[in-house]
Nanobody, 126 residues
């Protein structure tokens, strides 16, 4: 079964940057669309950004457009979420997810994923 491992979370000041990584040790990710989701305490899970298997199609929730960039390196079996100009409202647990067949918008908007990682905490605070 595909296992996803996130890394790169941490504490950062407002305006700072972090890069999250999602790896699948022993598996190839190129058969899956990949998404990043987040959940803050007391809030529903939100699809932040998703990317197609080829990397040619991407989706971003409005609140992160022009600040976050999703990418993938299929040769390294890793997906990334570069987060710039971070805000306090970006504070959440971030999860990587994968699904074999899905449009990226459907994946992000409806949370259509088969496999989920354990999450990595991102805290934006001064």
């Amino acid at each position: 079964q595909l296992q996803l491992v996130e890394s790169g979370g941490g504490l950062v000041q407002p305006g700072g940057s972090l890069r999250l990584s999602c790896a699948a040790p022993g598996f190839t990710l190129d058969a899956y669309a990949i998404g990043w989701f987040r959940q803050a305490p007391g809030k529903e899970r939100e699809g932040v950004s998703c990317i197609s298997r080829s990397g040619l199609s991407t989706y971003y929730v409005d609140s992160v457009k022009d600040r976050f960039t999703i990418s993938r390196d299929n040769a390294k079996n890793t997906a990334y979420l570069q987060m710039n100009r971070l805000k306090s409202e970006d504070t959440a647990e971030y999860y990587c997810a994968a699904v074999a067949l899905s449009g990226v918008q459907n994946m992000c908007v409806y949370g259509r994923a088969t496999y989920w990682g354990q999450g990595t905490q991102v805290t934006v605070s001064s």
